[in-house]
């Protein structure tokens, strides 16, 4: 079994705030592409910029300013975002950038060669906001303003030459396609909408612009850019230096093992961007997966609707790491989820300072006092500790299978669970009261601590810096966490020093508290 993994995340329209639903798409496929490297894969995890099309060039117009100055600067927020983040991204592609013009101009040569590309007119509604194209059927009227019924986006009508791509031709080989790899759409409730949308029938699709300028040129033909969709799709290609698929980067990454993506843009992803490579005779990514929106309030949260939570400010606030164990466990994933510093707060009290930062601390401080700062020696396992040991590496090959269904919720309820079956066990054994049992008391603190590790393995790509400092008790670094150790119950040596630990969450003081 190939142990590569190339995950994506989209490229951002660079915008001069970005909230937290980019951020929440970031911090997820960070949460994938860590626990995919701490199970021994080749993990390519790519970000970036979409920087073309009318909306940015109207975007810079406004600000009076050069479209690829415009881009400099803000494609730099999102870089400062993705530190921020703590994201370890492996590229951050910018579509202005030369490898991804001569990528999407050789793709565009493709598609022409294989007779998919023809010039017309298109006469129809456009949303610049979305670079999207809407049917009649999908408009609707507010307040005397058409808009896109599905993004809420005003819609502007369009009446020039461009070039089509035959995408109808590809409405069969589609379905084809989506019936033998039932996994390539997720979630499962998403797949029925694409397919039922493509069954309805796909016409073919404008795929360049004449009336503006700034996007990639059509090759030998300077009045017209390409569609922007068509351009940004093709980064997930493009950072793998195709079209040179001997690549070493394009034969170990392609076909990506999962583009993650918001619901609002799989329409582009499940089906345009297979149309296209199956075009241009390139392989299909495995997994498109559509996750949810994050909402204020009812809403989608949005720079257009003003509803924006900033994330640099909540880091700044509270750190990465409870937002980012915040998201997680909080969003149900695959479905939309509202957020609110409030329950934010609660996370941290609860779980974090709580659960974990509390089992930590008081099992340290036993040790230090109680144990002459090491690991015991001298350990007999009973049935009690073996049956919350056991269920680790009972489970591993099932909390393995779950990520790949991107069964996040599994996930953290597992170690939301085993954190709780921990402090239990440390509560009910009582150690503190067996200090005439030696060989008892060394084997109730062996095996909290080998909790600890397991857990804190578990919580390296939801919480890395945490995880981290609390590892540093073992002395056990970033590049030592190995998953599969979750299930060695003898993993840390007798003997071992302890570090001692600072407090790992503060808690916050509610002011109704
Ligand atoms: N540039 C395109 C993507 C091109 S990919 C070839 C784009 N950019 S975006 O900046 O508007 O959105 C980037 C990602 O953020 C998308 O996956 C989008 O779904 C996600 N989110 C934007 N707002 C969101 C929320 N409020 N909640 C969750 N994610 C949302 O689309």
Redesign the pocket.
């Given at each position: 079994m190939s142990k590569n993994f190339y995950i994506t995340?989209?490229?951002?329209?660079p915008?001069a705030k970005p909230?937290?639903?980019?951020a929440?798409?970031s911090i997820i496929a960070d949460f994938f592409a860590r626990f995919k490297r701490i199970d021994g894969f080749n993990v390519h995890f790519l970000t970036g910029?979409?920087e073309h099309g009318l909306k940015i060039q109207r975007a810079a117009e406004k600000n009076n300013i050069d479209p690829l100055k415009f881009c400099d600067e803000i494609s730099q927020t999102f870089k400062n975002l993705s530190k921020k983040l703590n994201l370890t991204n492996t590229d951050f592609i910018r579509t202005t950038e030369k490898r991804h013009k001569d990528s999407v101009q050789f793709i565009w040569k493709e598609l022409e060669k294989n007779d998919d590309i023809y010039l017309s007119k298109y006469s129809g509604w456009y949303s610049v906001s979305d670079?999207a194209f809407y049917n009649e059927d999908e408009i609707e009227e507010d307040n005397g303003i058409k808009i896109a019924s599905v993004s809420k986006s005003p819609v502007e009508w369009m009446d020039e030459e461009s070039f089509f791509f035959r995408l109808s031709k590809w409405e069969k080989p589609l379905l084809e396609f989506y019936k033998n790899n039932p996994d390539f759409i997720q979630p499962e409730s998403r797949k029925n909408e694409v397919i039922s949308f493509v069954e309805n029938g796909l016409k073919d699709l404008s795929v360049s612009r004449k009336s503006f300028s700034w996007g990639i040129k059509v090759p030998n033909n300077d009045d017209h850019v390409i569609y922007v969709?068509l351009d940004?799709?093709t980064?997930?290609i493009s950072a793998l230096n195709y079209p040179n698929k001997n690549d070493e980067l394009f034969k170990r990454f392609w076909p990506a093992s999962i583009h993650?993506?918001?619901?609002?843009?799989l329409r582009?992803?499940a089906i345009y961007?297979p149309a296209f490579l199956l075009a241009a005779k390139i392989e299909l990514p495995k997994k498109v997966y559509?996750?949810?929106?994050?909402?204020?309030g009812d809403e989608?949260?949005?720079k257009s609707k003003g509803n924006i939570l900033d994330p640099i400010e909540i880091v700044d606030k509270y750190g990465i790491d409870p937002l980012r164990y915040y998201l997680v466990k909080e969003v149900s994933f695959g479905n939309?989820g509202n957020i609110s510093q409030k329950r934010l707060e609660d996370c941290i009290n609860s779980d974090l300072a709580n659960n974990y930062g509390n089992l930590c601390q008081r099992t340290v401080s036993f040790v230090l006092k109680n144990c002459d700062k090491k690991v015991p020696e001298t350990i007999n396992f009973k049935d009690e500790d073996m049956k919350i040991l056991n269920k680790f590496s009972i489970n591993i090959e099932n909390i393995r299978s779950q990520i790949d269904k991107q069964n996040i919720n599994y996930y953290i309820n597992f170690i939301v669970d085993s954190l709780f079956d921990a402090n239990k066990y440390f509560n009910d054994q009582e150690p503190w009261k067996k200090k005439d049992d030696q060989t008892r008391l060394n084997t109730i603190i062996y095996t909290t601590l080998e909790i600890i590790r397991k857990i804190s393995f578990m919580l390296y790509p939801i919480i890395p810096e945490t995880s981290l400092k609390a590892l540093n008790i073992f002395n056990i670094k970033e590049d030592d966490i190995i998953f599969s150790t979750i299930s060695n119950h003898e993993y840390l040596k007798p003997g071992l020093e302890i570090k001692s630990i600072n407090i790992l969450f503060k808690k916050i003081e509610k002011e109704n508290d």
């Open positions: 995340t989209p490229i951002y329209y915008s909230h937290m639903g980019h929440y798409s910029t979409d670079e969709w940004a799709l980064n997930y993650l993506i918001g619901k609002d843009i582009f992803h961007w559509g996750h949810g929106w994050i909402l204020s989608k949260m949005s939309d």
